[in-house]
């Protein structure tokens, strides 16, 4: 198989050259799937992540729309008992409005005795007057008897202290009455004042009741659009793994395994795949794998699982290690100081299969890995770009 790889160097140009044609092909069609496939990928993760933060999102709106129905719940049992207040305080400024009416009734009334007792007493005072301004012997001329006379005067002096003083106490009565009204009418005030505090609280959690309604809307609205959006990427979602499951069934039928390899060594890679000037030969000549530079007796790694099939010397890559992964696949370690491993041997993925050194054609210690696949349709093991296969 490496005798065939190696062959390619001593070929004519115009061989190397279509050789290299291909192999470059191969390498083009291999990333253009693995690329879409990447590309796909990271939809699907955006997607996602888009969807996670939709959700939280719609928690945080289920959990605000919670705490202000139990505001409103707060703030209506609040006008509720404002309400009940406010009609307690207009009940009691109905009955003081009724009772200021009633003193209104009882003060007319009582002016009413007032100009009553006026005229009485207006009359008591013309009568007692004109008594007065007859002198008893006048009387007595008249006719009358010196006892009825007396007892005339004697009256009207009686009905007229006695007018006064009604006058008098119902002037004390109005006044009393006026006092009374007075005070109700200032507890009144009291309480239409109390009224209108009230009202004006009331008002003033009906408005805020109103905000957090619109606000409900308003979270009402977003939701409903989050859903939506949820429905909409979810659906996007399913898609993209239809997709994605579509992309690695055609990579699994085009053997294509891009993930699946690791890393054998952890370096710095010093020489990619592909065409180069080579720093032994001096001539430019495929690279069919990749250097990656690491210490002497670094553990090398088997880069997947499989069945170990050649450890020995090759020309111009010193001691390797060959493992045959199935599924057309094998890789190859090479410039190694000594093998962890026999022919025929099965491995695990991570297995140290090897001891990295300089052995061969080499500049310093390093790993020379290669991916090899076999060629469909010539049936030939041709090197790949390990790049395109490790994570």
């Given at each position: 198989?490496?005798?065939?790889?190696?062959?390619?160097?001593?070929?004519?140009?115009?061989?190397?050259?279509?050789?290299?044609?291909?192999?470059?092909?191969?390498?083009?069609?291999?990333?253009?799937?693995?690329?879409?496939?990447?590309?796909?990928?990271?939809?699907?993760?955006?997607?996602?992540?888009?969807?996670?933060?939709?959700?939280?999102?719609?928690?945080?709106?289920?959990?605000?729309?919670?705490?202000?129905?139990?505001?409103?719940?707060?703030?209506?049992?609040?006008?509720?008992?404002?309400?009940?207040?406010?009609?307690?305080?207009?009940?009691?400024?109905?009955?003081?409005?009724?009772?200021?009416?009633?003193?209104?009734?009882?003060?007319?009334?009582?002016?009413?005795?007032?100009?009553?007792?006026?005229?009485?007493?207006?009359?008591?005072?013309?009568?007692?007057?004109?008594?007065?301004?007859?002198?008893?012997?006048?009387?007595?001329?008249?006719?009358?008897?010196?006892?009825?006379?007396?007892?005339?005067?004697?009256?009207?002096?009686?009905?007229?202290?006695?007018?006064?003083?009604?006058?008098?106490?119902?002037?004390?009565?109005?006044?009393?009455?006026?006092?009374?009204?007075?005070?109700?009418?200032?507890?009144?005030?009291?309480?239409?004042?109390?009224?209108?505090?009230?009202?004006?609280?009331?008002?003033?959690?009906?408005?805020?009741?109103?905000?957090?309604?619109?606000?409900?809307?308003?979270?009402?609205?977003?939701?409903?659009?989050?859903?939506?959006?949820?429905?909409?990427?979810?659906?996007?979602i399913k898609k993209e793994e239809e997709l994605i499951q579509k992309l690695i069934e055609e990579q699994r039928k085009k053997g294509i395994?891009?993930?699946?390899?690791?890393?054998?060594?952890?370096?710095?890679?010093?020489?990619?795949?592909?065409?180069?000037?080579?720093?032994?030969?001096?001539?430019?000549?495929?690279?069919?794998?990749?250097?990656?530079?690491?210490?002497?007796?670094?553990?090398?790694?088997?880069?997947?699982?499989?069945?170990?099939?050649?450890?020995?010397?090759?020309?111009?890559?010193?001691?390797?290690?060959?493992?045959?992964?199935?599924?057309?696949?094998?890789?190859?370690?090479?410039?190694?100081?000594?093998?962890?491993?026999?022919?025929?041997?099965?491995?695990?993925q991570g297995q140290v299969i090897a001891y990295s050194d300089n052995t061969g054609w080499s500049t310093g210690p390093h790993l020379h890995?290669?991916?090899?696949?076999?060629?469909?349709?010539?049936?030939?093991?041709?090197?790949?770009?390990?790049?395109?296969?490790?994570?």
């Amino acid at each position: 198989m490496l005798s065939e790889i190696q062959g390619l160097n001593f070929k004519k140009i115009s061989i190397k050259l279509l050789a290299i044609i291909f192999i470059l092909t191969l390498m083009f069609n291999t990333n253009v799937v693995k690329s879409g496939l990447e590309e796909e990928q990271r939809k699907l993760a955006q997607y996602k992540a888009q969807l996670e933060q939709i959700k939280k999102n719609i928690v945080s709106i289920d959990n605000s729309t919670k705490e202000i129905n139990s505001l409103i719940d707060s703030l209506s049992d609040e006008v509720s008992y404002l309400k009940e207040e406010i009609k307690k305080t207009q009940q009691k400024i109905d009955e003081l409005n009724a009772q200021i009416k009633v003193k209104e009734i009882e003060i007319k009334n009582k002016e009413e005795e007032i100009a009553k007792r006026q005229k009485d007493l207006e009359e008591a005072v013309n009568l007692s007057y004109k008594l007065t301004a007859i002198s008893p012997i006048e009387l007595l001329y008249e006719g009358n008897d010196p006892e009825s006379v007396y007892k005339r005067i004697t009256y009207i002096g009686y009905i007229s202290d006695y007018t006064k003083k009604l006058m008098e106490q119902a002037e004390q009565d109005k006044l009393q009455l006026q006092k009374f009204k007075s005070d109700l009418s200032k507890s009144e005030k009291e309480y239409e004042a109390v009224l209108k505090e009230k009202q004006e609280q009331e008002n003033i959690l009906l408005q805020e009741i109103d905000m957090k309604n619109r606000l409900l809307e308003t979270l009402k609205q977003k939701k409903t659009y989050l859903l939506y959006k949820q429905s909409e990427l979810e659906e996007e979602i399913k898609k993209e793994e239809e997709l994605i499951q579509k992309l690695i069934e055609e990579q699994r039928k085009k053997g294509i395994y891009a993930g699946t390899f690791i890393w054998p060594v952890i370096g710095p890679v010093t020489s990619e795949f592909g065409m180069r000037f080579h720093p032994i030969l001096h001539i430019m000549r495929m690279h069919d794998g990749i250097d990656i530079a690491v210490p002497t007796g670094t553990p090398v790694k088997a880069s997947a699982s499989g069945t170990i099939i050649a450890t020995k010397w090759l020309e111009g890559y010193g001691n390797v290690v060959i493992v045959s992964h199935g599924q057309n696949f094998s890789t190859l370690y090479a410039h190694l100081k000594s093998f962890a491993v026999k022919e025929g041997q099965e491995v695990k993925q991570g297995q140290v299969i090897a001891y990295s050194d300089n052995t061969g054609w080499s500049t310093g210690p390093h790993l020379h890995f290669s991916i090899y696949k076999i060629d469909p349709e010539t049936g030939k093991s041709m090197p790949v770009n390990p790049r395109n296969y490790l994570p």
